[in-house]
C-alpha cells in the first residue's frame, strides 16, 4: 500500500472536516517524519521503530507525534485499510504542563525591546501586550482579523476555527492594548483588505507561531532572561488569580476544554501566595524572635 498517497487522504478528510491549518501543518510534519524513518518496512515494524527513536525526546513531543499516528490509523482502520492499528500498545507518556511564573519587571524589560517606531516592533509589542492582557495562545493571536475586534467595546472575539478548543469566546482588553491596535489598523496599507491580520507581517501575509517565538527569542536574548510567548499566557493566568480572578471565569478566558489544566494555575498561584504569607505577615515580623520558655 502506498502509505503516503493514504495519508493524503487523511489530509484532504481533515480539511473537510474543518481542520485548523496549524493542525494539518502539524499532520504533515509528523506525516513526513515518519514515512522518512518507516521507509522499505511494513507498517508495523516502521511504526516501532519511529516511535523507539523517539524514546529521549521530552514527553510532548513523543505524545503529540502519538496522538497525530493514532488518528491517522484509526481512521484507516474505520475504511477497513488495516485490521490492528499499530500503535495499539503504545501509551502516551506522563507529561506535566510547565508553567513558568515571569517577574513581571522581567516583562517589563521585555515589553521595552520592540522598536515601536516600525512596525514590526510595534505588532511584536501588539502581540505580547495583548497576550499579557488576555491571556490568548499565541497561534489564535497571529490569526485575529481587523473584524474580530470591536474597538468600542474593547474587545476581541475568538472565532472558533481558530480556537483551539474549537468554540468561540470573547476577551476583554485594557485601553493600552486598544491603542496599540488602534495604531496598527491605522498604520495598514490602503491596499491591505479585511483578510490580512491585524498582527500581519510587513507585505501583508499571516505570521507563524514559530516566527513570533523566534522574535520573543531574539527580544529574550537582548534582556539574558528566557521568555517565551506561552510564557506571556502563563503569567496572564497567574497574576489574573493573584489579583483577584476567580477560577471559572480564567477558565472561560483561556479557553480550556475543563477544569484540569486550569487548576494547575491556581496550584501554582497558591504556592505563590504561601511564599508571599510568610515574608508579609505581621505575626512573622512580631514575633520572629524566639524567647526562652519560662514559668507558665
Sequence with gaps: ???????????????AQGCADSTLELYKWQFKRFFEAVGDDDIEAGTMKYFSALRGQAPTTYNIA??????????????????????RDLK??????????????????????????TFAGLRDYGLM??????????????????????????EVLIPAHIAKARYSRTLPFSFHTL????????ARPDDWGPEVPVFASTRGEQISRVAY?????????????RVTPYDL??????EYLRNGGDVFSLQRMMGHANLEMTKRYVALAQADIKQIHGQA??????LNKRTRVGKL
Design 179 to 186: 491603542d496599540v491596535v488602534q495604531q496598527l489598523l491605522l
Design 213 to 225: 517565538g523566534r522574535r520573543m527569542q531574539k527580544y529574550s536574548e537582548d534582556i539574558g532572561e
Design 129 to 154: 501586550l495583548l497576550q499579557l492582557d488576555t491571556g490568548i495562545r499565541p497561534g489564535e493571536a497571529v490569526q485575529l482579523l481587523p473584524e474580530h475586534f470591536n474597538l468600542k467595546a474593547r
Design 1 to 15: 500500500m502506498d502509505w503516503e498517497k493514504v495519508a493524503e487522504q487523511f489530509l484532504i478528510f481533515k480539511e
Design 92 to 117: 502516551q507518556r506522563r507529561d506535566e504542563p510547565k508553567i513558568r511564573s515571569i517577574p513581571l519587571d522581567t516583562i517589563m524589560k521585555l515589553l521595552q525591546k520592540p522598536d515601536k517606531s
Design 233 to 238: 499566557r502563563h503569567t496572564f493566568a497567574l
Design 281 to 286: 505577615s505581621p505575626v512573622n515580623k512580631l
Design 66 to 87: 502519538l496522538r497525530c499516528m493514532k488518528c491517522f490509523f484509526r481512521w484507516c482502520q474505520d475504511r477497513g485499510l488495516i485490521e490492528e492499528m499499530p500503535t
